[in-house]
Structure formats: C-alpha cells, structure tokens
C-alpha cells in the first residue's frame, strides 16, 4: 500500500513564504512524475508544478518567478517552495505521483489528502 503524505502548510501573511513537503511510503518499484496541484474554494483543482524523474520542470503562469519544485528521490519526497504568496494562492495543496509498485505492475496515480494554505493579513 502507497501512502502520500503532505506537510508545511498553515497561515501566511501575503509576500511570506511557505515550504510543502510531501512523502511517499508503502511498496514502491520507481516513481516518474511528482506534481502539486491545488484547489481553491469553488474552484476546479489546478496543476501549479510538475517534476519529472528526468528533472523536467513545469509550473503554471500564475506561480512562475515565485515558487520552485523539487525532489529528493532517495526519500521520495517532493517540495513545493512558494515565495512571495498572495491570497489568490490559498487553497488546499495536493501532491500527486505516478508510480510503480512493483516492476510488473503499471503505472498508476496516487495523491496525497491535502494540506490548507491560507494567505491573509
């Protein structure tokens, strides 16, 4: 069984920082991508940032210049570093992984139970 578990959200004040930590656990052949993504209130859920295992990057437009994903894949962990918040960036952050658990098993999603930023003054 494949846990993710993701920490280090909490309340901020607009133009703080915040450092996400999510950490995969259970039976895990090989990870490929790792994603954050997040859900506003009344609002769809959104991808902010991709990393592939290749070291690819993708964030979206509206969190380019401001937050920076990364991994450390000897603790399948991924990061999402946001600096300079706004309040438009409160909303419960997801992290995601496609992967393997053993090497005869496909590839499949797992996703972690969130984590609430919230940005306000």
């Known amino acids: 069984q494949v846990q993710l578990v993701e920490s280090g959200g909490g309340l901020v004040q607009p133009g703080g920082s915040l450092r996400l930590s999510c950490a995969a656990s259970?039976?895990?052949?090989?990870?490929?991508?790792m994603a954050w993504h997040r859900q506003a209130p009344g609002k769809q859920r959104e991808l902010v940032a991709v990393l592939t295992s290749g070291g690819s990057t993708t964030l979206a437009d509206s969190v380019k210049g401001r937050f920076t994903i990364s991994r450390n894949n000897a603790k399948n962990t991924v990061y999402l570093q946001m600096n300079s918040l706004k309040p438009e960036d409160t909303a419960v952050y997801y992290c995601n992984a496609d992967l393997r658990t053993t090497y005869w098993d496909p590839r499949r999603a797992y996703w972690g139970q969130g984590t609430l930023v919230t940005v306000s003054s």
């Open positions: 259970g039976t895990i052949f090989s990870i490929d991508n």
